[in-house]
């Protein structure tokens, strides 16, 4: 009897994770009925996170917090049954998509909702924190999130500042002396997306805070912003974040929780994938299937594809990636992916793909052709 695994992300603004999984495994079972196929629920460490460790079992906590502006939003974390590891989805507090379009500005929006589920997390006795930075609102160097914990940021008139993306210039001084006790030996992780710096032309601010809704005159000034703050966050622990990779995640919470909690910066998909065991699910597969809703040079740079791949290579088990979208094909077949194979027909209108039960289908028949030629 065949075994297929299937670990696809998200196709982001169509399908859930799960949902693409759902639709892959009925285009398997089209063409081997009796197949077994093995489907986890996957992310890099942005939406989706929680989900993904669903397995880990534990105790989901719901908490009213500050979102990315002023308004409060309901958000979740997971602590594990030993009481001891809080998995934290930033996005769930901090995300981009609890801010409407017209109101998206990385001046304003703050990461300070992440920080007030960390602080609850330690106060329940977790000591270990595991945070996923994917899909950020935010561009506020981790001030937020540290105000939370804290943490004080004062002006020139030793005024506390709120930690909001246009703080950061106006920062002088840090104030650790109210910092969460919690914080001397507490571990954390972080799960990046991204393994940007912290500033500069490949920093958080030039190369993510224009999907946030920034001008480039605000992105100028984001840029100098975390300069300015990777200077005072290494006065204040004496930790230099400016090249570190992954510190410019989530608009430089990576970079935060590196100088001031020690973080562990790491790859979000290696990290989820140890967690549910991705090793031991995947023996004696004979095919594993992943995907993303838009495949391209860019797959192989630490997204959840790149970290199947990684992981079925090191098994030795032959992978496929499918994608709504396909570019640079060439690169991902010498990546190592034995097929490539875009699910949206070429004359269908993005629009018309992207509704749910459109692109569902064409998962479907995906796979179809994929076995097909699998086969031959």
């Given at each position: 009897?065949?075994?297929?695994?299937?670990?696809?992300?998200?196709?982001?603004?169509?399908?859930?994770?799960?949902?693409?999984?759902?639709?892959?495994?009925?285009?398997?079972?089209?063409?081997?009925?009796?197949?077994?196929?093995?489907?986890?629920?996957?992310?890099?460490?942005?939406?989706?996170?929680?989900?993904?460790?669903?397995?880990?079992?534990?105790?989901?906590?719901?908490?009213?917090?500050?979102?990315?502006?002023?308004?409060?939003?309901?958000?979740?974390?997971?602590?594990?049954?030993?009481?001891?590891?809080?998995?934290?989805?930033?996005?769930?507090?901090?995300?981009?998509?609890?801010?409407?379009?017209?109101?998206?500005?990385?001046?304003?929006?703050?990461?300070?909702?992440?920080?007030?589920?960390?602080?609850?997390?330690?106060?329940?006795?977790?000591?270990?924190?595991?945070?996923?930075?994917?899909?950020?609102?935010?561009?506020?160097?981790?001030?937020?999130?540290?105000?939370?914990?804290?943490?004080?940021?004062?002006?020139?008139?030793?005024?506390?500042?709120?930690?909001?993306?246009?703080?950061?210039?106006?920062?002088?001084?840090?104030?650790?002396?109210?910092?969460?006790?919690?914080?001397?030996?507490?571990?954390?992780?972080?799960?990046?997306?991204?393994?940007?710096?912290?500033?500069?032309?490949?920093?958080?601010?030039?190369?993510?805070?224009?999907q946030k809704g920034a001008t480039p005159d605000?992105?100028?000034?984001?840029?100098?912003?975390?300069?300015?703050?990777?200077?005072?966050?290494?006065?204040?622990?004496?930790?230099?974040?400016?090249?570190?990779?992954?510190?410019?995640?989530?608009?430089?919470?990576?970079?935060?929780?590196?100088?001031?909690?020690?973080?562990?910066?790491?790859?979000?998909?290696?990290?989820?994938?140890?967690?549910?065991?991705?090793?031991?699910?995947?023996?004696?597969?004979?095919?594993?299937?992943?995907?993303?809703?838009?495949?391209?040079?860019?797959?192989?740079?630490?997204?959840?594809?790149?970290?199947?791949?990684?992981?079925a290579v090191r098994a030795g088990?032959?992978?496929?990636?499918?994608?709504?979208?396909?570019?640079?094909?060439?690169?991902?077949?010498?990546?190592?992916?034995?097929?490539?194979?875009?699910?949206?027909?070429?004359?269908?209108?993005?629009?018309?793909?992207?509704?749910?039960?459109?692109?569902?289908?064409?998962?479907?028949?995906?796979?179809?052709?994929?076995?097909?030629?699998?086969?031959?």
């Open positions: 009897m065949r075994k297929f695994v299937l670990a696809i992300d998200s196709f982001k603004g169509s399908l859930t994770s799960t949902e693409a999984e759902t639709a892959a495994r009925e285009g398997i079972l089209r063409i081997y009925p009796r197949a077994e196929t093995l489907c986890i629920p996957i992310a890099d460490g942005g939406e989706g996170m929680l989900d993904a460790l669903s397995t880990l079992g534990g105790q989901e906590v719901h908490l009213r917090v500050q979102g990315p502006l002023n308004d409060k939003v309901e958000a979740r974390y997971l602590i594990t049954a030993d009481r001891q590891t809080a998995y934290i989805e930033m996005a769930s507090a901090s995300g981009l998509t609890l801010v409407p379009e017209n109101l998206r500005t990385p001046l304003q929006t703050t990461t300070r909702g992440t920080g007030e589920l960390m602080r609850d997390a330690l106060d329940r006795g977790c000591r270990r924190l595991v945070v996923g930075l994917g899909g950020s609102a935010t561009n506020d160097g981790g001030m937020g999130m540290l105000s939370a914990l804290g943490i004080r940021f004062l002006d020139r008139q030793g005024k506390e500042l709120e930690g909001r993306g246009k703080d950061m210039t106006a920062t002088v001084r840090i104030d650790t002396s109210l910092a969460h006790p919690a914080l001397k030996t507490a571990r954390c992780t972080a799960a990046c997306d991204v393994r940007n710096p912290f500033y500069g032309t490949e920093g958080a601010a030039c190369i993510f805070a224009p605000d992105v100028q000034l984001l840029d100098q912003g975390l300069q300015h703050l990777a200077q005072l966050y290494q006065q204040a622990t004496g930790i230099d974040i400016a090249t570190l990779p992954g510190a410019g995640a989530a608009g430089g919470l990576g970079g935060a929780l590196a100088a001031f909690l020690h973080a562990d910066l790491r790859p979000g998909i290696s990290l989820l994938l140890e967690a549910n065991g991705f090793q031991d699910k995947i023996k004696g597969a004979d095919l594993i299937i992943t995907g993303e809703g838009r495949a391209d040079r860019q797959t192989l740079m630490g997204k959840v594809p790149a970290g199947v791949l990684h992981e088990i032959p992978i496929a990636l499918i994608a709504g979208q396909i570019a640079n094909e060439e690169e991902l077949h010498a990546a190592g992916f034995y097929h490539v194979c875009a699910t949206t027909p070429q004359d269908m209108p993005l629009c018309v793909a992207m509704q749910k039960h459109t692109a569902q289908e064409n998962i479907r028949q995906a796979m179809e052709q994929l076995l097909k030629n699998w086969n031959k």
